[in-house]
Every structure is written in C-alpha cells, then in structure tokens.
Nanobody, 123 residues
Framework: QVQLVESGGGLVQAGGSLRLSCAASRRTGMGWFRQAPGKEREFVAAINWSGSSTNYADSVKGRFTISRDNTKNTAYLQMNSLRPEDTANYYC????????????????????WGQGTQVTVSS
C-alpha cells in the first residue's frame, strides 16, 4: 500500500504558475493525472522512482515539469504558462510496482491514488 497526499492547487490567472506536490508514504514512481468536469481522467506527466525517466502529455510539454525529491518521497509538478483548459482536479498516482520504468500513461497502469487537488485557471 502507498498513501499519496497532494497539495498546492488553487486559483491562478491565465499565464500564471502553480506547483503541485505529492507526498508518498514510501519511495515509488509517480504520475499526475487530471480530470475536468464532464471529461475523462487524462494523463499529465510521470516520473520513475529515481527521477531518471519522465514523460509528458503533448498538451503540457514545454509548460509543465515533473521532478522529485527522494529524501522526502515527494514529487512535484511545476505548471507554467497555465491556460483555462488546464482547469481540473489533479490527482497523484503510483503503480503497484514501485520501481517500474518507464511509467504508463493510462489510469489502469496505476493502483494507488491521492484525493486530488483543484486547479482553476481564470481567463
């Protein structure tokens, strides 16, 4: 079992920045997903357990950066140049196999989920 706790969401104007954090109960690869009202959950970014492998959705490449601090078992999602279409509830997730690499881009690749943190980007 892995417990995941997200933080850092909020309200920001278009073009602004936010940094999300996901604290895990143990060292593991982690991914970020988001879900907007009426839409399916979609992959955003992922980072493996060591930080040597990352992947991003095309919609966020060049704007979002995923990183991690292994001393804190915490992953971060730095979100820059935010757009109104980035508005969603953002979820952190971890796979059943903690040292898997590369990490998947589908929800079913992940077994553990945080409670989510809301990000709202105003135009």
């Amino acid at each position: 079992q892995v417990q995941l706790v997200e933080s850092g969401g909020g309200l920001v104007q278009a073009g602004g920045s936010l940094r999300l954090s996901c604290a895990a109960s143990r060292r593991t690869g982690m991914g970020w997903f988001r879900q907007a009202p009426g839409k399916e959950r979609e992959f955003v970014a992922a980072i493996n357990w060591s930080g040597s492998s990352t992947n991003y959705a095309d919609s966020v490449k060049g704007r979002f950066t995923i990183s991690r601090d292994n001393t804190k078992n915490t992953a971060y999602l730095q979100m820059n140049s935010l757009r109104p279409e980035d508005t969603a509830n953002y979820y952190c997730a971890a796979p059943k196999v903690p040292f898997l690499a590369p990490l998947g881009t589908n929800s079913y690749d992940y077994n553990y989920w945080g409670q989510g943190t809301q990000v709202t980007v105003s135009s």
